[in-house]
């Protein structure tokens, strides 16, 4: 008999939600632990607060070219091989980036950070439609972005915590540990791929095959609208705290995130 899906409430999904909620934390912790430490990391290195910003924006774009190549990746050597391979290496540069003396390597080991967290949003979705059944992949992938949400939010207030009295670098690094845990409860928790199969195209023309169709009508605009309310709201969040904490409000780090 073939392979048609975990069922809800099975062993395998239980495991599924937790570990993808897991690495949906570890991912977005990450992504946004310099956002509430930018001040610290302006002061310290000497930059202007848009310089300070390029911390978000490096990690960020870095994600975003490389999710579709992460995808095509996942195509073909598996999902759950890929969000692991995405996880330990965001939690190794993420470690990396908090011992960067200079703006500049900072900015490159973030911009390399963002290119291995894109290997979690490019393949768990499909990773949760190859593994359960139909009925349950709706619920287990609003698991997955409560995950992120939550690991967005803890990200910037455990770094803001820390790195208030111990430093920007200490702050980013608390993260990375526990995005560390978070990816240690990943790999014993994600059941073994039993949905997927791999793919056999070769070549240029299915991909581009693929982007044709995505490009199709009016979804360039759509995409455009995601584009522009997404960057506003995170641009918002990245400069607010140097008004925060600048006179005449004088509010700290911690409460500032």
Do not use: C
Request: hydrophobic share 55%.
């Amino acid at each position: 008999m073939s392979f048609t899906g975990h069922e809800p409430h099975s062993v395998p999904y239980r495991g599924m939600l937790l570990a993808l909620f897991a690495g949906g934390v570890a991912t977005f912790s990450q992504l946004y632990s310099v956002q509430g430490l930018l001040p610290s990391i302006a002061a310290d290195l000497n930059i202007s607060s848009s310089q300070a910003a390029l911390t978000v924006s490096a990690a960020t774009l870095g994600l975003a070219l490389a999710v579709t190549p992460w995808a095509i990746i996942s195509d073909r050597i598996g999902r759950r091989r890929v969000i692991a391979i995405a996880l330990v290496s965001s939690v190794v540069l993420g470690l990396a980036s908090s011992m960067m003396t200079g703006f500049e390597p900072l900015i490159i080991t973030r911009f390399l950070e963002g290119i291995a967290l894109a290997g979690v949003p490019g393949s768990a979705l499909a990773y949760l439609a190859d593994e359960l059944t139909p009925r349950a992949v709706a619920l287990a992938s609003g698991t997955y972005i409560s995950g992120t949400t939550l690991g967005g939010l803890t990200g910037r207030l455990v770094a803001s915590w820390v790195g208030e009295p111990a430093g920007w670098r200490w702050g980013v690094a608390s993260v990375s540990l526990m995005a560390a845990a978070a990816t240690l409860f990943f790999l014993l928790k994600a059941p073994v791929a039993q949905g997927f199969v791999a793919t056999e195209q070769r070549g240029l023309r299915p991909i581009l095959g693929k982007f044709k169709r995505a490009l199709g009508g009016r979804m360039p605009l759509l995409y455009l609208q995601g584009f522009l309310l997404m960057g506003g709201f995170v641009a918002v969040y990245n400069y607010l705290a140097f008004r925060l904490e600048a006179p005449p409000f004088l509010v700290p780090a911690s409460l500032a995130s």
